[in-house]
């Protein structure tokens, strides 16, 4: 076996001296013929959810040692979620180009990609599809849960209930602060079927991830087990040159739509997958997630869909139990990192808890998935949740009420004078990557307060940016194209009538074809829209694609490949 590392360490020439004597800090005589695994880890104090992996980074650090490689940390990007502005999605394509080009330009033969917090193992699985160097993803593992006056909270999705119920006027401020010290009780990201939990269950379907770990909670041994047994496993990917590219197929990307619907899980899914396929020249577009995903019933009963939580999930037996239950709607041929079909993961999957993880004879919804829209407000696609929407909303017609901005938004939408009523469509635009920029979780819009005074709690919203997956309600987002770049929704005006019918698929404005073809952009709308001068955010607002490819950027599209670079000296 050729190592890649060997380009840098061996031959008696200055450079492979240079490399050798710098790298020579306390290391075995034989490091430099051992394979070198990269720990690329997000850790970090600003993105909390992720701190504790500088621990089971020494977890894994072990298992390379005791397998026969030598580890290395590599600090990489870290996105976190709640304190990131504007939006954490603004930078994952940053973050995935930085973790890339690292691993790339360093003398790694493997990685082991720490993530946890919503963007971190969607841009860890970027940056790997790209380099396609011998990767395993060890997600960080949800919170444990947290109580208030003794009944269970969900990280997120409670923040959004108790938040409205202030607003609502039936929970006091007092209060609301109080639950504030219950809401988080632990290390590890949020306890909810939310984008963080999501993806880690969704990278285990997808093949990336050792099967039954996705899902532990963080506090748990067993993750550090697990951690440990991901070290030792890098090494064995290198000897076996086992990359993302000869295991990830389309049939992995189906299996982890399969996952996605069964779960309940996050929208923001939608987008990470389409990016993480693009990089890899997999073909996957938004029908493929409605087409799927039409056909699996959600069994988590987890919130924001359901009532329990990602312990509960672990407890009842986790994702290859879930999965176990549908087993004829996987691809058999799909494997995963450990070299083995991930069908074959599932024998002797057994489900503990038939409340948590429902039979197939009783789903939480007969039909999960992600259903993707398309109309006059959508030509090319929207997206919505069924499992967390309103039923008696899922076919729906009303009168928009637009906001151009969320500054707009949070100006008027609690004027006592705001002309809305609960069958009102609020419509916020200029929130998608290139109008905000970044497509931030602003889709969810609370509800004007005079009607949640009076009963109300929930309204269909539409919006071209994206919501938390811990949050619920029927809002349509991702709509695409966004308004900034031309999209119809630029062009609707307040009392505009807005059909949605999810049944059917689509989403339309009852506008007349010659009043519609004669419209131009509100100018109130366009004056929102970003317009960055220099930096990142110049970068990504003149690359950014739409969210239904998945919202990189072009020129990140495809993989670049672990070629060694030419001499440094």
């Not at 894994?60 to 990007?77: F, K, Q, T, W």
Request: with cysteine; charged share 20%.
């Amino acid at each position: 076996m050729t190592l890649r590392s060997a380009q840098w360490y061996q031959g008696s020439g200055r450079d492979a001296y240079i490399h050798r004597a710098w790298m020579r800090r306390g290391v075995p005589e034989d490091a430099f013929d051992r394979p070198q695994i990269a720990i690329a880890n997000t850790a970090s104090d600003l993105t909390p959810c992720n701190k504790h992996l500088t621990e089971v980074a020494a977890t894994v650090r072990n298992g390379v040692y005791e397998a026969g490689g030598i580890p290395l940390e590599l600090p990489v990007v870290s996105l976190g979620e709640t304190l990131v502005r504007p939006t954490a999605m603004l930078w994952r394509n940053m973050a995935a180009m930085a973790t890339e080009e690292m691993l790339r330009a360093n003398p790694v033969d493997g990685v082991v990609l720490l993530g946890g917090c919503d963007k971190t193992i969607p841009s860890l699985l970027m940056a790997a599809a790209s380099v396609d160097l011998p990767a395993v993803v060890v997600p960080g593992g949800p919170m444990v849960t947290g109580t208030f006056r003794g009944v269970p909270l969900g990280c997120g999705t409670d923040v959004w209930r108790l938040s409205e119920e202030v607003r609502a006027g039936t929970l006091s401020a007092d209060d609301f602060t109080r639950s504030e010290s219950a809401m988080i009780r632990s290390k590890g990201h949020c306890n909810t079927m939310g984008t963080a939990s999501t993806m880690a269950l969704v990278t285990e379907a997808l093949g990336m991830v050792v099967p039954g770990v996705a899902g532990t909670p963080a506090p748990d041994a067993r993750l550090l087990t697990a951690a440990h047994a991901s070290g030792r496993l890098a090494v064995e990917l290198v000897a076996a040159d086992r990359r993302p590219s000869t295991f990830l197929t389309r049939a992995s990307f189906l299996n982890a739509i399969v996952a996605l619907a069964a779960i309940g899980g996050s929208t923001n899914a939608v987008v990470h997958l389409l990016a993480v396929a693009g990089r890899l020249g997999v073909q996957l577009g938004l029908d493929d997630f409605d087409r799927v995903g039409a056909d699996v019933p959600v069994l988590a009963d987890l919130q924001p869909s359901g009532r329990f939580l990602m312990d509960d999930l672990h407890r009842a037996g986790g994702l290859l139990a879930l999965l176990a239950e549908l087993r004829d709607l996987l691809d058999p041929t799909a494997l995963t990192v450990t070299g083995r079909p991930l069908v074959e993961h599932l024998d002797g999957a057994t489900v503990w808890d038939r409340e948590v993880i429902r039979p197939r004879s009783e789903p939480l919804l007969a039909a999960g998935g992600i259903a993707v829209l398309r109309g006059t407000l959508a030509p090319d696609g929207a997206v919505v949740k069924p499992a967390a929407a309103s039923p008696h909303l899922l076919r729906h017609r009303g009168r928009a009420v637009v906001f151009d901005s969320i500054e707009d938004f949070h100006a008027r939408i609690d004027d006592p004078d705001l002309d809305v009523d609960a069958d009102s469509v609020l419509v916020l635009r200029g929130c998608g990557p290139m109008g905000y920029p970044g497509m931030p979780e602003v889709s969810n819009m609370p509800l004007p307060k005079k009607l949640l005074e009076q009963g109300v709690r929930d309204m269909v919203r539409v919006c071209d940016g994206r919501m938390s997956g811990t949050a619920y309600g029927t809002v349509v987002l991702h709509v695409a194209p966004e308004a900034a770049a031309g999209g119809p929704l630029a062009l609707v005006r307040t009392g505009d009538v807005i059909d949605l019918d999810i049944a059917e698929r689509r989403i339309d404005v009852d506008v007349p074809a010659d009043e519609w073809a004669a419209r131009t952009p509100d100018e109130a709308s366009v004056a929102a829209y970003a317009a960055p001068r220099r930096g990142w955010e110049r970068l990504y607002v003149d690359h950014v694609l739409q969210a239904d490819t998945g919202a990189d950027l072009d020129f990140l599209l495809g993989s670049s490949g672990s070629q060694v670079s030419r001499e440094s000296h």
